[in-house]
T-cell receptor, first 113, second 114 residues
């Protein structure tokens, strides 16, 4: 079963604009990770944010985490056509013995040149 | 450093057959996890291995099984294939099993069951 919901399910923007995707989850977590997937290929790891962190940056990516609301957001600034992909959040729930991730349904981002 | 590799990349099988998929993790990584991705169910966890031991198992029937070898390479097997097993099967590797391990995914094996 999926841990969370991603919002919106699809997003279409112009190149240069910012894209914001949201993720909600249900249980306490150790960390939350964001991944990108191009056209049914493998997942590319973007960023990991720990449960005790509130914000993290990596290049044009900014991730926030609000554990009180059980939600996270991914902001891509100055988007490019190459950012067109599906984006997934994945949570590692507290109490997991290992590395089991639970994924959201994903946001399909289209960046128009 | 080479990434996670999966073989084969594409497979076509018929109902009732069995299939074995292979995953080679990033060098030095000892944890391997498997996921199934379908349009209807999304990404779902199958199982995870660490040091040749299964640590976690998802909610899949016993037809789905896996193992890990001493060199950390892993295989998963699906017996008595059903049409619904058609999916992208993704393997992920990570260094260990702490709460803060990044997991890196391979390109996947696309299985089509006819």
């Amino acid at each position: 079963s999926q841990q969370g919901e991603e919002d919106p399910q699809a997003l279409s923007i112009q190149e240069g604009e910012n894209a914001t995707m949201n993720c909600s989850y249900k249980t306490s977590i150790n960390n939350l990770q964001w991944y990108r997937q191009n056209s049914g290929r493998g997942l590319v790891h973007l960023i990991l944010i720990r449960s005790n962190e509130r914000e993290k940056h990596s290049g044009r990516l900014r991730v926030t985490l609000d554990t009180s609301k059980k939600s996270s957001s991914l902001l891509i600034t100055a988007s490019r056509a190459a950012d067109t992909a599906s984006y997934f959040c994945a949570t590692d729930a507290t109490g997991n013995a290992g590395n089991m991730l639970t994924f959201g349904g994903g946001t399909r981002l289209m960046v128009k040149p | 450093k080479a990434g996670v590799t999966q073989t084969p990349r594409y497979l076509i099988k018929t109902r009732g057959q069995q299939v074995t998929l292979s995953c080679s993790p990033i060098s030095g990584h000892r944890s391997v996890s498997w996921y199934q991705q379908t349009p209807g169910q999304g990404l779902q966890f199958l199982f995870e291995y660490f040091s040749e031991t299964q640590r976690n198992k998802g909610n899949f029937p016993g037809r789905f099984s896996g193992r890990q070898f001493s060199n950390s390479r892993s295989e998963m097997n699906v017996s008595t294939l059903e049409l619904g097993d058609s999916a992208l099967y993704l393997c992920a590797s990570s260094f260990g099993v702490s709460a803060y391990n990044e997991q890196f995914f391979g390109p996947g094996t696309r299985l089509t069951v006819l």
